[in-house]
């Protein structure tokens, strides 16, 4: 019976080491595992209905960026823009969509030798773009997140 007795013991003293370790910190965890997290990378790029059908990334990627593209240029009143600034053929517009799927279009600053009022032509990017087609925001980690990024508008004039 002594034997039994101090088996039990000896385990019961033996196993109590295991309900002293303490759990990972939480903060720990969460830091490590945020490192290891690409921020500068999308899992998937916003989108647009006619982009969703689309199974390649690649492609999908191509199709969502012609389409603002196109959509932006065909949008913008090139014809307004054509007569204010006649030697305009490209502009930069920064596009930020946020998580909520709302859109901001904004002028940058001219990076050639012709300069325009960025005012007026933000002015007329916010009229006429105003009512875009809804975006699908881009996607990291299975969340809605914002994303950014300038595109080149060029401005074709047919004469």
């Known amino acids: ?80 823009i054509h007569v204010l600034y006649p030697e305009l053929d490209t502009i930069a517009v920064k596009v930020t969509i946020n998580p909520d799927a709302s859109l901001l279009f904004e002028t940058q600053k001219p990076t050639d030798s012709i300069s325009y009022d960025i005012k007026v032509i933000d002015s007329i990017i916010q009229n006429r773009l105003a009512d875009f087609p809804a975006v699908e925001p881009a996607i990291k980690q299975g969340i809605k997140v914002k994303s950014q990024f300038v595109l080149p508008v060029i401005l074709k004039v047919t004469d």
């Open 1 to 80: 019976m002594k034997k039994v007795v101090v088996i039990l013991f000896i385990i019961l003293f033996n196993s109590c080491q295991y309900f002293d370790k303490k759990a990972p910190d939480e903060n720990a965890l969460l830091q490590e595992e945020l490192q290891k997290v690409n921020w500068k990378q999308v899992d998937q790029y916003p989108s647009v209905a006619s982009c969703d059908t689309i199974l390649d990334i690649e492609a999908q990627k191509q199709c969502f960026f012609q389409f603002l593209t196109e959509t932006i240029q065909a949008r913008i009143g090139i014809d307004t």
